[in-house]
């Protein structure tokens, strides 16, 4: 986890999120890193040189956002997760 997760950040404007009123899941899995790589389509090279710890997929059309993580998280990859539910993708 990166230093960068501490640092402050300015929250979007509501009419700039992608979701403002969403119902949340959290999904805890062992295969975690696994799970989120499927998920998100993420390539062979990038899934091994940066195994993801969490993941946040979210459904605009339900406002629904489902979180997962491993059973042994901590509450920045959590908070991080979350606010993918509300903002997408915020780190390009």
């Not at 339900?62 to 979180?67: D, F, N, Q, S, V």
Request: with cysteine.
């Amino acid at each position: 986890m990166s230093s960068l997760e501490f640092l402050p950040f300015n929250a979007m404007s509501s009419n700039y999120r992608i979701m403002n009123q969403v119902r949340i899941n959290w999904e805890v899995r062992e295969d975690v890193a696994h799970f989120c790589t499927q998920a998100k389509s993420m390539g062979r090279q990038q899934s091994y040189l940066t195994p993801p710890m969490a993941c946040a997929i979210w459904d605009i059309l339900k406002a629904e956002c489902t979180i997962v993580t491993g059973p042994v998280t901590s509450h920045v990859a959590l908070g991080h997760e979350l606010r993918h539910c509300f903002e997408g993708h915020f780190h390009r």
